[in-house]
């Protein structure tokens, strides 16, 4: 016997399609650089994103080459978003927050060919234009000033196409999109995504017990949209209709509250530093904000503190834990109570809302120990492994190893969890070398290499620290040489020259010698214990 059911691919521009027919008058919003609104329809998108895709293919865009996106969260991406795809090409959105060369080596290997950017950023991607493979570049006008030749103006692209056109043929295993994601050693790792893997994750995303999106929300989306699809909000927001609500390049909490009060913003995300900042200026003036009575927040990235969800709790605020990767599309886990918690008490229900939480639909998960596969006793501590349809099985244009990947064909996730007989993740440690200070990775490994360059080091270590505003921030562990002098403000001025401002680490302890491993490799976890409850001098210090 065999199943009657159609073979119908599952597609993406379905949503593109569906929301042009369903939702046209819905609305998006957009916070420009002047902070300025600028007001635009789910008809808009539909309209413009398709004249995009057409122009991308009338200026030589074949099936599978990528689009580049170097932007803010606004309208023009959400378009570009969808018209990349909807053109049959790859959405490659490059985070603007690393080094000029990393962004270059990132778009060189994934063969960037188009680059759609956002004005105020042209100067960022001048810097580093030299090391790819770039042809064309769009730029999109935020400021209203003329784009410079022989640059490209976003409205002037569009304008040459007329809109009678179609999307070429789609399989549902085609790549859409890619991101990059953080080597611990070595250059970040491509994953690509399929029409299949972002048209399930959205569904699995939008159910109530997930992070639970309505076509009658309104959404901010915090999250930088060159994170991880942006959690997956723009398929999601696309598929609803729901009304959207871009920051634009204004992230600090003064910012982001008027808005959430003026647009009544009904679900927002981002990562915890953004909302221990917000929190701050909530309980200083109690009242005086606004919200819509369905204000949640939906939060990762990195731990997300209890005492930060009570402070929530008490404004009356939801604040909802997920977890997840680059890998995982992101979404993997959320942390919502189920019936299976039902009269468990307040401090039990806050505990385990401060977990990682289960996982969502479609998603395995297991922890694994150097004994293999532990149990779910709440005890056993191993590395989270995952596999599903929104996870990735290798990495762009890399041969497939064993740090990363299972022989049996898991995700190996570099984080250390126990998990609850009921299913609920607490991550405990991170076998990945890596810093995630307000939602951006820093590496370990390439602050000690360059820490070690310097003539007055003998060793370093470099580990995160717990960090009130930043989730975590770079502690270097430094041994001076013999004789040396040599201070914090020393090694600063050094990094200052080899990072982005934000990686060069604020904090340095100098130590005689490095505990060590019995194969003579340093103890990080011993170094981790010891700097615990290090003592942050100015925990509003910004690291730019
Ligand atoms: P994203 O863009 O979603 O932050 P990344 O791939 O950059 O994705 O980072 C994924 C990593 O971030 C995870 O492996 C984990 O170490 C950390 N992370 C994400 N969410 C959480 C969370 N809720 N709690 C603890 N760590 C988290």
């Given at each position: 016997?065999?199943?009657?059911?159609?073979?119908?691919?599952?597609?993406?521009?379905?949503?593109?399609?569906?929301?042009?027919?369903?939702?046209?008058?819905?609305?998006?919003?957009?916070?420009?650089?002047?902070?300025?609104?600028?007001?635009?329809t789910?008809?808009?998108?539909?309209?413009?994103?398709?004249?995009?895709?057409?122009?991308?293919?009338?200026?030589?865009?074949?099936?599978?080459?990528?689009?580049?996106?170097?932007?803010?969260?606004?309208?023009?991406?959400?378009?570009?978003?969808?018209?990349?795809?909807?053109?049959?090409?790859?959405?490659?959105?490059?985070?603007?927050?690393?080094?000029?060369?990393?962004?270059?080596?990132?778009?060189?290997?994934?063969?960037?060919?188009?680059?759609?950017?956002?004005?105020?950023?042209?100067?960022?991607?001048?810097?580093?234009?030299?090391?790819?493979?770039?042809?064309?570049?769009?730029?999109?006008?935020?400021?209203?000033?003329?784009?410079?030749?022989?640059?490209?103006?976003?409205?002037?692209?569009?304008?040459?196409?007329?809109?009678?056109?179609?999307?070429?043929?789609?399989?549902?295993?085609?790549?859409?999109?890619?991101c990059?994601?953080?080597?611990?050693?070595?250059?970040?790792?491509?994953?690509?995504?399929?029409?299949?893997?972002?048209?399930?994750?959205?569904?699995?995303?939008?159910?109530?017990?997930?992070?639970?999106?309505?076509?009658?929300?309104?959404?901010?989306?915090?999250?930088?949209?060159?994170?991880?699809?942006?959690?997956?909000?723009?398929?999601?927001?696309?598929?609803?209709?729901?009304r959207?609500?871009f920051?634009?390049?204004?992230?600090?909490?003064?910012?982001?509250?008027?808005?959430?009060?003026?647009?009544?913003?009904?679900?927002?995300?981002?990562?915890?530093?953004?909302?221990?900042?917000?929190?701050?200026?909530?309980?200083?003036?109690?009242?005086?904000?606004?919200?819509?009575?369905?204000?949640?927040?939906?939060?990762?990235?990195?731990?997300?503190?209890?005492?930060?969800?009570?402070?929530?709790?008490?404004?009356?605020?939801?604040?909802?834990?997920?977890?997840?990767?680059?890998?995982?599309?992101?979404?993997?886990?959320?942390?919502?109570?189920?019936?299976?918690?039902?009269?468990i008490?307040?401090?039990?229900r806050?505990?385990?809302?401060?977990?990682?939480?289960y996982?969502?639909?479609?998603?395995?998960?297991?922890?694994a120990?150097?004994?293999?596969?532990?149990?779910?006793?709440g005890?056993?501590?191993?590395?989270?492994?995952?596999r599903?349809?929104?996870?990735?099985?290798?990495?762009?244009?890399?041969?497939?190893?064993?740090?990363?990947?299972?022989?049996?064909?898991?995700?190996?996730?570099?984080?250390?969890?126990?998990?609850?007989?009921?299913?609920?993740?607490?991550?405990?440690?991170?076998?990945?070398?890596?810093?995630?200070?307000?939602?951006?990775?820093?590496?370990?490994?390439?602050?000690?290499?360059?820490?070690?360059?310097?003539?007055?080091?003998?060793?370093?270590?470099?580990?995160?620290?717990?960090?009130?505003?930043?989730?975590?921030r770079?502690?270097?562990?430094?041994?001076?040489?013999?004789?040396?002098?040599?201070?914090?403000?020393?090694?600063?001025?050094?990094?200052?020259?080899r990072f982005?401002?934000?990686?060069?680490?604020?904090?340095y302890?100098?130590?005689?010698?490095?505990?060590?491993?019995?194969?003579?490799?340093?103890?990080?976890?011993?170094?981790?214990?010891?700097?615990?409850?290090?003592?942050?001098?100015?925990?509003?210090?910004?690291?730019?």
């Amino acid at each position: 016997m065999q199943a009657t059911m159609m073979q119908v691919p599952l597609n993406l521009c379905h949503f593109l399609e569906r929301a042009g027919k369903l939702f046209g008058s819905a609305e998006i919003v957009s916070r420009m650089p002047d902070k300025s609104i600028h007001r635009s329809t789910y008809a808009d998108l539909h309209r413009r994103a398709r004249l995009l895709a057409q122009a991308l293919q009338q200026a030589g865009l074949r099936k599978g080459e990528r689009v580049a996106t170097l932007m803010w969260n606004h309208y023009a991406h959400f378009e570009s978003y969808m018209g990349a795809i909807a053109s049959g090409g790859v959405l490659h959105t490059l985070n603007l927050r690393l080094a000029p060369e990393e962004i270059g080596f990132i778009a060189d290997h994934a063969q960037d060919r188009f680059l759609i950017v956002d004005d105020i950023l042209l100067p960022l991607f001048e810097q580093f234009r030299e090391h790819t493979r770039i042809e064309q570049v769009i730029v999109v006008p935020l400021t209203g000033r003329p784009v410079p030749a022989p640059y490209i103006d976003y409205e002037a692209f569009l304008a040459r196409a007329d809109g009678d056109w179609d999307y070429p043929p789609m399989d549902e295993n085609d790549p859409i999109a890619m991101c990059y994601t953080s080597g611990t050693t070595g250059r970040p790792k491509g994953v690509v995504y399929s029409h299949r893997s972002q048209v399930l994750h959205t569904l699995a995303q939008c159910m109530p017990d997930a992070v639970g999106i309505s076509g009658r929300d309104t959404i901010l989306p915090v999250v930088p949209m060159f994170h991880a699809n942006a959690w997956g909000i723009p398929y999601a927001a696309c598929m609803l209709g729901s009304r959207i609500v871009f920051p634009g390049p204004h992230l600090h909490p003064d910012d982001l509250l008027p808005l959430l009060e003026q647009e009544q913003v009904t679900i927002a995300c981002g990562v915890p530093t953004i909302w221990l900042g917000l929190i701050q200026l909530l309980e200083r003036e109690p009242g005086r904000w606004k919200f819509d009575s369905r204000l949640r927040l939906t939060v990762g990235g990195s731990a997300v503190p209890e005492s930060l969800i009570r402070a929530y709790a008490r404004q009356g605020i939801e604040l909802v834990q997920g977890w997840g990767m680059t890998e995982t599309s992101p979404l993997a886990t959320i942390s919502k109570a189920t019936q299976c918690q039902d009269g468990i008490g307040e401090d039990e229900r806050f505990s385990l809302l401060a977990s990682q939480g289960y996982p969502i639909p479609l998603v395995d998960l297991r922890i694994a120990g150097d004994e293999g596969e532990q149990p779910w006793d709440g005890q056993a501590v191993g590395e989270i492994q995952v596999r599903g349809p929104w996870i990735t099985g290798g990495y762009h244009a890399l041969a497939q190893s064993q740090d990363s990947f299972t022989a049996d064909g898991w995700l190996r996730t570099g984080d250390v969890a126990a998990v609850t007989p009921h299913g609920f993740v607490r991550i405990t440690d991170r076998t990945k070398d890596l810093i995630k200070s307000g939602g951006e990775w820093i590496s370990s490994v390439d602050l000690e290499n360059a820490i070690m360059g310097h003539p007055c080091v003998a060793e370093a270590a470099v580990i995160a620290v717990p960090h009130p505003k930043w989730a975590e921030r770079p502690l270097a562990v430094i041994v001076a040489r013999q004789g040396a002098a040599l201070t914090a403000e020393d090694m600063r001025a050094f990094l200052a020259q080899r990072f982005v401002k934000w990686m060069v680490p604020d904090a340095y302890a100098f130590v005689d010698a490095i505990p060590r491993t019995s194969t003579g490799k340093f103890l990080k976890s011993a170094l981790r214990e010891r700097y615990r409850d290090w003592r942050w001098d100015d925990a509003a210090s910004s690291p730019g």
